[in-house]
């Protein structure tokens, strides 16, 4: 019996090295593809590298590609991504904090349009929303296409809704003791939510920035259509696209590319790899 | 008095920036959708859109490449739905399991979901276009040496598929990973000592224990699967072309590509407008139904 068990064990252990080896294959190829030469990767793409050297290479041809300009793409997608789900976040539980306490049929109707915006697929809007910018320049002056606020302007709008349907949820669990007692000390509405109701909420936080951090700093359509490909203001996904549109085939530089727009959501997740693997576990039971 | 206006004044403060940045980016521009439909708008600067009716509904449904197109969605959605869910359902019983070094196996297979859909498009069109012919030739098996899968319509979308379930199963995972630690240890043990093997255990306890998380996750991979875009931008870019009724069609073109295609490469875009209308449409129908159907099982189990 016993050792029935350890063969079942050492049986589930092989299959998981297995099964994570082959996830991790894709990783390994464009690592050792980008340390070789535009020759090398055609005569022999599984092969290890030549010299490792190439690789840095690789890495300056790309840092100085004028269609790349990685510092400045990866600053544009930092600033995009941080600022987005920091406003996504603090907006959207202020929002549902004061719908889940004032119960009037007014907070009803505007939870159910904020609801709405789950089922409301992007290509449903993105024409009219494009066409919507352009309108707010004409009429007030404030250029919302290829600029960073109109492209965080449009991640509050589209990361909203799920934002507050689950802040609304996690809310009404809270008890009303805590705030009522607040209230009594003196303390303003505000101050209630800022001090007492935001430190709780934490844990929902986490898991929402971080469905949002992965969402906002991969996302290609929206950006595309909002910044452009190829305009002034990129972010990383518009670059590799703009370079991948220019470079056909030239698959040494494109694998670098790729390696060099997935270090830094890696490095994040390297850093905050435990709070992560914890927030999605739990986030993802509500 | 004064204190319900100060109420009044902060409910609607706290509400605004969510609610007002909401409204603009989706409420307004979905309603200006449902009228530019109607229209013959197109992206030409200062043109006044001319209304026509349903002209730009009726032309979509003559329309032979809009048909294949919505079949190889729906195609591509439920093969995508099986795969994903098949591949994360293995991942977390693994990761579960009494095996060393679990939550470096559970980040692992997260981590391919880390990796943004244009980004992964490119890896894999190199993996299909290189390195499997490449693999081929060092084994020496000509099937696998001679297989371009996204030179072939029939197969392309299993190329496809095969790229988004690696990229979304790891996330896929981790739900079924919070479904089942809640499955509680005592009624597998008791099972256990009442002589229950690996299966009957699966079939009479912890599935329908994980049964809401089916709910969640078949949801969450048929949204997703019917809105692809950014994985066929760079994988196919919706080639290669196939013969659909006689007619030449783009074999990888699904729908949230082909209205991009309607409206801007043959700029059109009151009727890619139109055609963003029925996705939204069957989309809510499918995706209300699934989780209809699911919760009714839900109970039932």
Redesign the interface.
């Known amino acids: 019996m016993a050792s029935k068990k350890k063969i079942t064990?050492a049986l589930?252990?092989l299959?998981?090295v297995v099964?994570?080896l082959a996830?991790?294959f894709?990783?390994f190829?464009?690592v050792i593809?980008a340390a070789k030469s535009s020759l090398e990767?055609i005569t022999?793409?599984?092969a290890l590298p030549d010299k490792w050297s190439q690789l840095f290479a690789n890495i300056k041809t790309i840092w100085t590609s004028p269609s790349i300009r990685y510092a400045s793409s990866v600053y544009t997608s930092a600033i995009i991504t941080i600022v987005s789900l920091i406003?996504i976040s603090v907006?959207?539980a202020?929002?549902a904090?004061?719908?889940v306490r004032?119960k009037t049929k007014v907070s009803t109707i505007?939870f159910i349009?904020?609801i709405s915006?789950l089922?409301?697929?992007?290509?449903?809007?993105?024409?009219?929303?494009v066409?919507?910018f352009?309108i707010?320049n004409e009429t007030f002056g404030i250029q919302m296409l290829r600029t960073f606020h109109g492209m965080i302007?449009?991640y509050?709008?589209?990361g909203?809704?799920m934002?507050?349907f689950m802040f609304h949820g996690f809310i009404k669990s809270i008890p009303l003791e805590l705030e009522e007692a607040a209230l009594i000390d003196g303390c303003t509405?505000?101050q209630i939510?800022f001090k007492i109701v935001m430190p709780i909420l934490k844990p929902i936080f986490v898991t929402i920035s971080i469905l949002n951090a992965?969402w906002i700093?991969?996302?290609?359509?929206l950006p595309s259509l909002i910044l452009g490909i190829g305009q002034e203001l990129q972010t990383i996904?518009l670059a590799?696209?703009a370079f991948?549109g220019s470079f056909v085939k030239k698959?040494d530089l494109?694998?670098t590319a790729?390696l060099m727009?997935?270090t830094p959501?890696?490095i994040g997740?390297f850093l905050g790899?435990k709070h992560i693997?914890k927030g999605?576990?739990?986030g993802?039971?509500k | 008095m004064k204190k319900q206006t100060k109420d009044h004044l902060v409910f609607w403060l706290f509400l605004a920036p969510a609610l007002i940045s909401f409204v603009v980016v989706v409420i307004i521009p979905f309603f200006m959708g449902l009228y530019y439909s109607m229209t013959d708008w197109t992206a030409v600067a200062d043109s006044t859109p001319v209304w026509v009716g349903l002209e730009n509904y009726k032309s979509m449904f003559s329309d032979f490449a809009f048909k294949y197109s919505f079949i190889r969605t729906f195609l591509f959605s439920v093969l995508s739905v099986i795969s994903i869910n098949l591949v994360a359902l293995t991942f977390a019983f693994l990761v579960t399991r009494e095996i060393r070094f679990k939550n470096f196996y559970r980040a692992g297979f997260f981590i391919p979901n880390l990796i943004g859909g244009l980004v992964l498009g490119y890896i894999w069109q190199f993996i299909f276009k290189s390195v499997v012919p490449s693999i081929g030739a060092l084994l020496g098996i000509d099937f696998i040496e001679n297989l371009l899968l996204l030179a072939d319509p029939n197969l392309t979308l299993f190329g496809l598929i095969f790229a988004f379930t690696w990229q979304y199963a790891g996330y896929i995972m981790m739900i079924y990973v919070a479904a089942l630690l809640n499955v509680p240890q005592e009624l597998l043990e008791a099972s256990e000592i009442d002589g229950a093997n690996f299966w009957q255990k699966l079939i009479s306890i912890t599935i329908p224990m994980i049964a809401q998380a089916f709910t969640i996750t078949s949801f969450l991979t048929l949204v997703s699967s019917f809105k692809q875009y950014d994985i066929i931008v760079a994988l196919t870019n919706g080639g290669p072309t196939d013969l659909y009724q006689g007619q030449v069609v783009n074999s990888s073109e699904l729908l949230a590509m082909h209205i991009y295609n309607v409206a801007f490469k043959y700029n059109n875009m009151a009727e890619g407008q139109a055609r963003a209308i029925i996705f939204f449409l069957v989309l809510s129908v499918v995706s209300i139904a699934q989780v209809y159907y699911n919760k009714k099982k839900e109970v039932e189990m």
Do not use: C, E, H, Y
Request: without cysteine.
């Open positions: 064990r589930i252990t299959l998981t099964l994570f996830t991790m894709p990783f190829i464009v593809n990767i022999d793409p599984i406003t907006f959207s202020m929002a904090w004061v719908l004032r505007v349009i904020f915006g089922v409301i697929p992007f290509q449903v809007v993105m024409f009219p929303l066409s919507l352009r707010i302007f449009a509050i709008g589209f909203a809704p934002a507050v509405k505000p939510f992965i700093w991969n996302d290609f359509l996904p590799i696209a991948a698959w494109i694998m790729v727009a997935a959501i890696l997740f790899q693997i999605m576990v739990s993802s039971i």
